[in-house]
């Protein structure tokens, strides 16, 4: 049973970690920050109590896997930039979404993002920019003169190329996403 709950654990880090973003927009920083330390919490110690009950009956070789197989999570999870996994995991799932969104783009319709594109986009907004569209993802809380955001500027931007990320930032594509999509900075 302490394995299964530590298993459990590990998959909820896993899934908070992951969910970082969307659970910043609906809680806040301090939130998303409690939740991601509740499952650190709930995986750690049950991991915890599954070594220490091996230990407790001498199965050293049991206690020592259940140890190993839990430290090579949590270097995973530790070591994983969870922001770039859950911006390129929603651009890769929602690939027809961003790609319906370019194309009202290019042929001048109005820009209307879906429903879902709030836990990406801050407000589920979409600016239209001077050559190209620009979501942003994170927008510094306590001035608003930075920002990060998923940027759709065509096949090849230029190094050059500035996008307004917030008011007063302005960032450069770093990452492309696919289709014309870019990570700016």
């Known amino acids: 049973m302490s394995v299964l709950m530590a298993v459990l654990g590990w998959m909820f880090l896993v899934a908070a970690s992951w969910l970082q973003i969307p659970l910043h927009r609906e809680m806040g920083w301090f939130g998303a920050l409690l939740v991601v330390g509740f499952g650190w919490l ?4 049950w991991t915890f109590v599954a070594v220490l009950l091996r230990l407790s009956v ?12 839990a430290s090579v999570a949590g270097a995973g999870v530790w070591a994983v930039d969870w922001r770039t996994a ?3 995991g929603v651009v890769w799932a929602q690939r027809d979404a961003f790609a319906e969104l370019a194309a009202d783009y290019r042929e001048g319709r109005p820009v209307e993002p879906p429903g879902w594109m709030a836990y ?5 907004e979409v600016r239209v920019l001077d050559g190209g569209l620009y979501l942003p993802v994170l927008v510094d809380e306590w001035r608003g003169e930075s920002g990060a955001g998923i940027a759709y500027l065509g096949p090849s931007p230029g ?3 500035l996008v307004p990320t917030a008011e007063g930032g302005m960032g450069r594509p770093v990452r492309e996403l696919g289709d014309g999509w870019w990570w700016v900075e």
């Open 42 to 45: 709930w995986s750690g110690l």
């Open 58 to 69: 001498r199965a050293y070789a049991r206690a020592a896997a259940v140890l190993v197989a």
């Open 86 to 88: 859950f911006v390129d």
């Open 120 to 124: 990406v986009s801050v407000g589920g």
């Open 159 to 161: 190094a050059g190329r």
